[in-house]
Nanobody
Framework: QVQLVESGGGSVQAGGSLRLSCAASGRTANTYLMAWFRQAPGSEREFVASITWSNGYTRHADSVKGRFTVSRDNTKNTVYLQMNSLKPEDTAVYYC??????????????????WGQGTQVTVSS
């Protein structure tokens, strides 16, 4: 079992920044694919970014490229999502996910085994 705990959400004005953290515990391994998703009210959950534990390869959704950056600190078993130039349309609950098998090329369609509880991000105009 793997436990994921997100933190760092909050309210910010458009143009501001936030950094989300996802602390992983339990039976983690460097084969895991870690990802961030978000879900706005009335919308489907959408992929935001992903990163491999082992070598730090990343992938970002087109909607956040150039504004968001995913990273990881293996010593802390933590994945981060640095969000800059935030827009009102970034408002959503952000979730961390993990899977021991999926490759980064299938980040958007992987059936992730583990999910965090989510953290709210609200961007006002």
């Amino acid at each position: 079992q793997v436990q994921l705990v997100e933190s760092g959400g909050g309210s910010v004005q458009a143009g501001g920044s936030l950094r989300l953290s996802c602390a992983a515990s339990g039976r983690t391994a460097n084969t895991y694919l870690m990802a961030w998703f978000r879900q706005a009210p009335g919308s489907e959950r959408e992929f935001v970014a992903s990163i491999t534990w082992s070598n730090g390869y990343t992938r970002h959704a087109d909607s956040v490229k150039g504004r968001f950056t995913v990273s990881r600190d293996n010593t802390k078993n933590t994945v981060y999502l640095q969000m800059n130039s935030l827009k009102p349309e970034d408002t959503a609950v952000y979730y961390c996910a993990a899977d021991p098998i999926c490759a980064i090329r299938v980040s958007t369609t992987c059936s992730y085994d583990y999910w965090g509880q989510g953290t709210q991000v609200t961007v006002s105009s």
